[in-house]
Structure formats: C-alpha cells, structure tokens
C-alpha cells in the first residue's frame, strides 16, 4: 500500500529539459495544459493520478491513462497550470494517497515519496 505522498521540496522543482511530452488522457477544460514531471520515490508503482481543485473532492480521470510511474522512474505528463490536490494510487487502486495544495507550473515537478 502507498504511504501517505510527501512533497520532497517546499516548492515544485524546476526541471531543466523536458522530452517526450506525452498528452493526459484526461480532458480538461480550457485545453490549456503545461508539461509535468512525475517523479516516484513511492517504493510502489503509481497507476492512477488525479487531480482536484483544492479542498474539493472532485476528481479528474485519472491523468496516467494506460501509462504508468514504475518506482524509481519520472514520467512527464500534461495538466492545467495551477493549485491543485493530486491523489495517486497504486496499480491495485490501494493507498489513495493524496498531497496537498501542488503548485503546478511549466516545467515543474511533482516529487512523490
């Protein structure tokens, strides 16, 4: 089961390059969307990403899609820039995991552990 996700820096890291940008399954809004990177430092393989406004329990679909963020591993993926909570799963849909208030933004990164 995932442990309780913590953010490892106070602040999204800034990531220096991203490559292969991979579209979010999940549909968003306004279609605006920035590049995302997903780094697991979990211990557990993260099958399902969502994200909702803050405080509200609201979710997307699950961001991942068919893809996943093997232990170890950083996947970049597209979201909406902006304060979100983001609550991910394993691939047996266990933990629930949630963090948050993530500030998201162009070439930031998501560090879960």
């Known amino acids: 089961m995932l442990a309780p996700v913590r953010l490892l820096a106070a ?9 292969g940008c991979a579209s979010s399954p999940a549909v968003f809004a306004d279609g605006m969307t920035v590049p995302v990177s997903v780094v697991n430092r979990t211990g ?6 969502y994200l909702s406004p803050i405080n509200d329990d609201s979710w997307t679909g699950d961001v991942l899609g068919s893809a996943t963020v093997p ?4 996947r970049t993926i597209r979201v909406p820039p ?3 909570d983001v609550r991910i799963e394993n ?8 963090l948050r208030g993530a500030r998201i933004a162009r070439g930031s990164a998501l560090v879960l552990q």
């Open 91 to 98: 691939c047996q849909h266990e933990g629930g995991s949630i």
């Open 44 to 49: 557990e393989t993260i099958c399902f990403l």
């Open 11 to 19: 602040s999204l890291l800034l990531v220096a390059s991203l490559t």
């Open 82 to 84: 902006g304060n979100w």
């Open 71 to 74: 232990e170890g591993a950083t």
